[in-house]
Each structure stands twice: as structure tokens, then as C-alpha cells.
């Protein structure tokens, strides 16, 4: 190639051994291929790349940088492509419209390389072939990531979704899900399983006496001494309100009442600071259950509802337990 061919090419041996799209190619080896190839001047925001309207070319950024946004699952993933790195091979060597859309994020000159004349500079250099397969394993690389910072975002919302705001205990979304898989695994085994139904006797006068702050205050402390008299397998829930429920599995009713006589006196000694500078302190009564045959989520928890029932006509700050067909017993 002559001086005169080569001072019409849209960047010289310098630049070109800067990019790194061209890392350890010879200039010469693709200088002929140059010669067709444009230099376009972007502004911010001009698209370049449009999965809907896809041009199959490989962009060279030279100077200034380019985004790359694309939308997984409905969110958005944005990254930059700065200089000497490029955007389009995956278009241009799978022949099918991009997964993204491709930005100026700045202004920027970039070398416009259509996809014949790119699939041509391949089978003329070896070293242009590796640059690729090196840039193609970093764009699956940083999918990849994209993908698992995605799913984690989605099991984070999904779980920030179980949980009560405001005692941090789960709530009756989780208790769908995982009572009833505890459930099919005593039920499949024959395991033992107890269900608590509690609640914060005369709730509703700590509202009309103290205020709603008060109450909130009192379910938030109630709901810790709950999970600090609970074992790590206890499955706690705010049911509702003031009630909350209760699933131990691989326990028996008679271990479960010695948990429950537990709980029942530690939230009965608890000094609850109020918003209000007062101190108060409040009683639960219970409700005991143990798991039958062929028992669902809803029957287990209507018997420990309607022990907790009686427990509160019977004078409540006490544990009721019923059991089979056997009458209720008081504790």
C-alpha cells in the first residue's frame, strides 16, 4: 500500500495500535480493509445500536464512550464501552438483532466497521480472531453477572415482601409457602407438628389509652420476646393485628406447652418502653395444637385459634391445649 492509499484511511498506524480491539494485529495485515470504513462523530444520547432497527456493524469507540442498556425480566442493566473497546460483534457474527440498546454517553468519534468487511479482517488475522473470543468471554462473563445480580434482586424483593415491616417477623405470605411445606413433610412422614395461635390480651385498650404509637411499640417488643423464647426451627408469623401463630415442628404437645409457659411468662415479666416515656407491661394467652392426619394449614390453625379462643374466655394470661377430641385443657 502506497502513502497516498494510506493517507486515506480513517485512522493511522498510531491510533490504530492503541485500540484494543486491535492488540497485537498487524496494521498492514487490515489496512486495505480500512479503506471502507467510515468515522462517525455521536453526541450523547444518539442511538447507534437499536435491537428493533438492528444494522449489523461493529462500532470501534475512539474517543469518548458509549452505554450499552439492556432490559432483563423488565429491569434495566446499563455499561460503558470506552475507548479502543467496541459494541456489535455479537449482531454482526450471529447474524440476529442485538440485546441491547447502544448510546453516546458522551461525545464521541468512532470507527464504523460494516459486518462483511469485520467477518473478512478475521480470516485475514489470526490475532484479530483471539481479540474477539477475548471480548465475547468478558460480554458472557458480565451477562452472567448481570443475571445473578438479577435473580439476587429478585429473591431480595420476594423476601423483603415476607416480612413484617414492622415487627420483622414473616408474614402471612411466608406462612403460605412455608407452612404449608412443613406441613406436606409431617403429613408425608408422620412427624410430629404443634401449632401456636397467640395474641396481646386487651390490645385495644393499649390503643385507646395510650395511642397507636404505644401499640406499635407493644407488638414490636412482644414479637422479639417471641423470637428470643423460640427455638431456630420455631417457624413464627405475625398472623394479623395483635395475633400471631406459631409452627414447631418435631415437637410434641408436651414439649410445645413447656415452650408456650415460657413465652407466656417472659412476655408477662417484659417492662415495654412506650414512646411516651411509660413503662407497661401486657399478658398473652395461647393457643396449642398438635398435627392429625391428613391435617391442612387451615384445620391446624382454626384448632390452635379456637384453644386460643377459650384460653381467652377463661380468664386469658394462660395456655389452653387441645388435643384430639379430648376437651380443652387450661394451663
Known sequence: MNSEQIETLPIGRAEFATLEIFKNVSFESLAGYLL??????????????????????????????????????????????????????????????????????????????????????????????????????????????????????????????????????????WLEDMYTREMSRSNAGNFQLTAFMLDIDLFKSVNDTYGHLAGDQVLKTVAQTIQESLRPSDMPVRYGGEEFSVFLPGTSSESARIIAERLRRNVERTQIALPSGENIQVTISIGITERVANDTVRSIIERADQALYYAKENGRNRICMSIGNKEPSLF
Open 36 to 173: 471502507g470504513c467510515e468515522i462517525l462523530f455521536a453526541q450523547p444520547g444518539d442511538l447507534l445500536i437499536d435491537p428493533e432497527h438492528p444494522n449489523h456493524r461493529l462500532i470501534v469507540v475512539l474517543d469518548g464512550m458509549l452505554e450499552v442498556k439492556f432490559q432483563p425480566q423488565g429491569s434495566t442493566f446499563s455499561v460503558t464501552i470506552s475507548p479502543g473497546h467496541c459494541a456489535g460483534e455479537m449482531s454482526v457474527f450471529d447474524d440476529v438483532k442485538p440485546n441491547g440498546y447502544v448510546f453516546a454517553k458522551e461525545p464521541s468519534r468512532l470507527l464504523i466497521i460494516e459486518a462483511s468487511t469485520v467477518l473478512a479482517m478475521i480470516h485475514a488475522s489470526h490475532d484479530l480472531c483471539l481479540n474477539f473470543l477475548h471480548i465475547l468471554s468478558q460480554r458472557v462473563r458480565n451477562n452472567n453477572r448481570v443475571v445473578c445480580e438479577e435473580e439476587n434482586q429478585i429473591r431480595s424483593i420476594e423476601e423483603s415482601s415476607k416480612i413484617d415491616v414492622l415487627t420483622g417477623l414473616h408474614n402471612r405470605r
